[in-house]
């Protein structure tokens, strides 16, 4: 059975030991098996990012994606996995254009990700995220370092310009979400 | 919605899209110089389908339209709720504005024609997508991403599946040109969840613009 404390001691010790191919096969692991993982994180219920765990060197988070949202490109620069346990997450990848001062990006290409996938993402990787169903989808995200005290960036989804990353616009685009699904 | 004499669905049009899209000529400030006219614009891509680079040549006819996105808000009216409106339909050319309210995604799908979009206001994500050699279901991959922006075209060969995000929190209005009958060709989408193939469902696809709509209310 997935055990949320197991997995994230499996996490820490395949994080300091073999970095995100490690931490990828610990993901991959548990998302075969995405009923365990819904009766220990229990079903979705709104949009959310939830943090099972912070430390220096790994954050996680149970990242509840709500109906059709759609997150603005971003980079982490830390490795990241993304295991799916519900749902559906279309992964936009983003470059930088050599020489653009605004730090303009453009699309580069793009992953499908499905119930029982896992991800690695490199450190430089800028991506969005769309959730291209109409129900919630449910996602365990790995950052090797610690999330919140590391510098990121977004891009304005219209311009795409770069900015510095504002988690407040982040969360609430969660908390429109649901907002707008409340009513549905 | 309503349905025309050959029994085939037709996309409601706004009264005041539907007023502003038939000025006959929208003249510059300096008076000679037309600017955006939406009649022009579909004579224009009439002769351009028959060209033999007829795909190029369209994409040449919406780059130029797209390069002055005002004048063709002023045409079309600005956008004020998600819809499709058909600007014209023949046998060898439809030619679309369409509305996508905010965050809206769509399903992927193919046209089993080549397709021109050039956008006007506000931003497009493509993904591209592949189909999965053999796979019993017909069952897809993405293959790659596009990003469009205001006065951007796109080309799309006969052959795409895409599926389309707005990415940003207000509508998008882009110029769809599909080097055929729309309506009459059968096409295929895939499920957003299982990426399976299915029958291409123009009720679902339309539905998914009203749900929209109900969740974002119209701005006037």
């Not at chain 2, 009264?15 to 224009?44: Q, T």
């Not at chain 2, 009216?77 to 369409?98: A, M």
Request: glycine share 8%; with cysteine.
């Amino acid at each position: 059975m997935f055990d949320t404390d197991r997995f994230i001691a499996d996490c820490r010790k395949a994080g300091g030991a073999g970095g995100p191919s490690g931490v990828l096969e610990v993901v991959s692991a548990a998302v075969t098996a995405p009923r365990e993982i819904l009766q220990a994180l229990g079903e979705p219920r709104r949009a959310e990012v939830n943090v099972l765990y912070r430390s220096a060197e790994l954050t996680i988070f149970n990242l509840i994606w709500g109906p059709q949202m759609c997150q603005l490109p971003h980079d982490h620069r830390m490795w990241a996995v993304i295991g799916i346990y519900t749902g559906r997450e279309d992964n936009i990848f983003w470059r930088r254009p050599a020489g653009d001062p605004a730090g303009r990006i453009e699309a580069a290409g793009a992953k499908a990700l499905s119930e029982r996938e896992a991800v690695p993402l490199g450190p430089d990787i800028i991506h969005s995220v769309i959730n291209p169903i109409s129900r919630l989808t449910g996602a365990i995200h790995v950052y090797g370092g610690d999330f919140f005290a590391a510098t990121h960036s977004q891009w304005d989804p219209e311009r795409l310009l770069e900015e510095p990353y504002d988690v407040q616009r982040l969360l609430a685009l969660f908390e429109e979400s649901n907002r707008l699904h409340a009513s549905a | 919605m309503m349905r025309d004499t050959v029994g085939c669905i037709t996309l409601q049009w706004s009264g005041r899209a539907s007023r502003a899209a038939h000025r006959n000529v929208i003249r510059s400030e300096k008076g000679a110089v037309p600017m955006f006219d939406l009649d022009r614009f579909k004579a224009e891509c009439s002769a351009a389908v028959t060209e033999r680079a007829a795909l190029q040549a369209v994409r040449e006819v919406v780059a130029r339209a797209v390069e002055d996105p005002r004048a063709v808000l002023k045409a079309l009216g600005e956008p004020v709720r998600s819809e499709v409106h058909t600007l014209h339909r023949s046998t060898d050319l439809t030619i679309f504005n369409v509305i996508w309210g905010p965050r809206m995604t769509v399903m992927p799908h193919n046209h089993e024609m080549w397709a021109v979009i050039g956008i006007y206001t506000g931003r497009e994500d493509n993904i591209l997508w592949r189909r999965l050699p053999a796979d019993p279901n017909g069952r897809i991959e993405a293959a790659g991403a596009k990003a469009l922006s205001e006065r951007d075209a796109l080309p799309l060969g006969h052959d795409i599946i895409h599926s389309v995000t707005n990415p940003i929190g207000r509508l998008t209005g882009a110029i769809h040109v599909y080097g055929g009958d729309f309506f009459g060709v059968p096409r295929k989408e895939w499920d957003p969840e299982r990426l399976i193939e299915q029958p291409y469902d123009v009720q679902k696809t339309l539905q998914m613009f009203e749900e929209s709509n109900r969740l974002y209310p119209a701005r006037s």
